[in-house]
């Protein structure tokens, strides 16, 4: 999938394991179009998606369900990790600012092979992007450490997020 071509992709039921191995986020208002179904999901996605290079085996996403007064919140939680030197655009004021206040769609490869849709629903649309929770740098802590971007991104939402085929 290039970066600014248009994408269309269909969400299945089943859950997949595995960390992640790639992302593209798109814009909040990427979404064209979506249509839900009990099969899946069909989505169209436009625009410039921002994709960094990630280190192996250092990033991952997770869902949680919370149940409060029998309303249900699921949490989205995408823990992105990247070499320093690859990581300059998460970096930037722009991006910074956008993934604060707008937020992002965001399409996640897995190391088995799914892809997982987190930031769009059917009940909220756009409404609830994936937006920063935290953007942290290090050093390593010896020599040979590489010197690393940590980026998490957070949604909130009432469903799960759909596979895509």
């Known amino acids: 999938m290039t970066k600014e071509s248009k994408s269309l ?3 299945s039921k089943s859950k997949p394991i595995g960390g992640v191995e790639s992302v593209a986020l798109y814009p909040a208002d990427a979404v ?4 839900f179904s009990s099969e899946g999901c069909e989505v169209e996605l436009s625009g410039v998606a921002v994709e960094v ?3 192996e085996d250092s990033s991952y996403y997770t869902e949680s369900s919370e149940t409060t007064h029998g ?3 699921i949490s989205h939680l995408l823990h992105l990790v990247a070499d320093i030197n690859d990581a300059s655009e998460w970096l930037s004021d722009d991006f910074l600012e956008r993934a604060s206040f707008e937020g992002f769609v965001a399409v996640i490869s897995l190391c ?3 892809r997982l849709l987190a930031g769009y629903s059917a009940l909220f649309e756009n409404e609830q992007p994936i ?3 935290s ?6 802590n010896s020599p040979h450490d590489i010197p690393s971007v940590t980026l998490r991104l957070i949604a909130h939402d009432t469903a799960f997020s759909p596979n895509i085929l």
Request: no cysteine.
């Open 71 to 73: 309303v249900t919140r």
């Open 131 to 133: 937006r920063l929770e």
């Open 112 to 114: 088995s092979g799914r």
């Open 9 to 11: 992709m269909v969400l």
């Open 32 to 35: 064209v179009a979506a249509l």
């Open 53 to 55: 290079p990630l280190l």
């Open 135 to 140: 953007l942290t740098s290090t050093s390593g």
